[in-house]
């Protein structure tokens, strides 16, 4: 028996997709005591700590690509195939960035082969999150994910990527932007976490969401002393002007460079909204508004990737042996044969 899944490893969250057993997903994060480097826990119990002695810090070991912490990477990862049940061989198929390196990719692989899993294959994000979003990839689109840090982009062409880029603008920058609003309304400090909450509740760029306010409570920058303060969807509608700006003009840089003979089914195709930084209100309005073509967005954006990784995976031929290596440009193919034998 063979277990298929697909792994996305993000900054913000790890999300496993497993073909039988559904959606997984966790914080991509660890707790760690400072003094000694003891991982004391991972995933939502590391955002829950029950207590110990020694001062401790939560760390994000993968961000930009770059793995900073080897161990507590491995932890996590760890944590995730242990979610999946057992069977005699498990394979993943991993997402990776389109700047990600053949070194990097294969530290990854030999974690993912410490934690159990048989064979390892790598797929390009963008493309990933398109085929989780419900396209083939034998389409002509343009696939923009938006995750926590980082925006990918991908254009694929009658199945074949012919151009990649990265941005490093996402969901956070959203948080710091109502984190920057929050404080300018009178030196008032609140928490990543609480401007994220903030976001989720009230945030958008488009007329339409319902109003709401919110009641919270921020701390004074001069004196320290907590001050209560009210904010609405209407406060917050035009804070994020500066991060959308560095999003779409990204994506209009990748549109030049489209090339005159493909333009007009790229642009039928449209563009593929995927990833949990994309699930602001109107972001799919704004974005087709600016950029004159059309957006289409899935229902759970939050999880493209991870599906798309794990039906990806289902096509790929069982193999007798383990298998790492990379099979962006084999993704096409694999869909051709399911198309040609359905």
């Known amino acids: 028996m063979v277990t298929k899944i697909g792994l996305d490893l993000g900054y913000a969250n790890i999300t496993l997709s497993d073909t039988t057993a ?22 939502e119990a590391a955002l ?33 195939i242990a979610a999946v049940l057992p069977a005699e061989r498990v394979r993943c198929t991993l997402g990776v960035p389109s700047d990600f390196l053949p070194k990097q990719e294969k530290v990854l692989f030999g ?14 994000r963008a493309l990933a999150a398109l085929v989780g979003a419900g396209h083939s990839p034998l389409v002509s689109a343009i696939s923009v994910n938006v995750g926590a840090f980082a925006t990918e982009i991908a254009v694929i062409n009658n199945g074949v990527i012919t151009q990649t880029a990265k941005e490093n603008v996402g969901g956070e920058d959203f948080d710091k932007a109502v984190k920057q609003y929050i404080f300018e309304q009178g030196d008032v400090n609140v928490s990543l976490s609480v ?8 945030g958008s760029v488009w007329s339409g969401k319902p109003s709401e306010s919110i009641d919270i409570e921020g701390t004074l920058s001069i004196t320290g002393s907590k001050v209560k303060m009210s904010v609405t969807t209407e406060d917050i509608v035009g804070v994020f002007e500066k991060p959308l700006h560095r999003m779409f003009m990204a994506i209009a840089e990748v549109v030049k460079k489209i090339p005159l003979d493909h333009i007009e089914k790229t642009f039928e195709g449209g563009i593929i909204l995927t990833g949990g930084g994309s699930m ?62 359905g």
Do not use: W
């Not at 401007?195 to 009230?202: G, M």
């Not at 493209?304 to 290596?325: C, H, W």
């Open 22 to 43: 559904g959606i997984f997903r966790e914080p991509s994060v660890a707790l760690i005591d400072k003094s000694t480097r003891r991982i004391v826990s991972v995933g």
């Open 195 to 202: 401007a994220r909450a903030i976001k989720e509740r009230l």
């Open 48 to 80: 829950s700590p029950s207590g110990g002695e020694g001062e401790r810090m939560l760390v994000r070991p993968f961000k930009n690509g770059l793995l900073f912490d080897h161990a507590i990477t491995q932890s996590i990862v760890n944590n995730a």
């Open 111 to 124: 974690m993912l082969n410490s934690a159990g899993v048989t064979d390892c294959y790598s797929v390009n």
């Open 280 to 341: 602001i209100y109107g972001l799919d309005m704004m974005m087709s508004r600016v950029l004159g073509i059309k957006v289409t967005q899935p229902k759970d954006p939050i999880d493209s990737v991870a599906k798309g990784l794990a039906m990806i995976n289902s096509m790929i031929p069982v193999k007798g042996k383990p298998a790492n290596k990379n099979i962006t440009s084999a993704v096409a193919s694999y869909f051709e044969e399911k198309k040609t034998a």
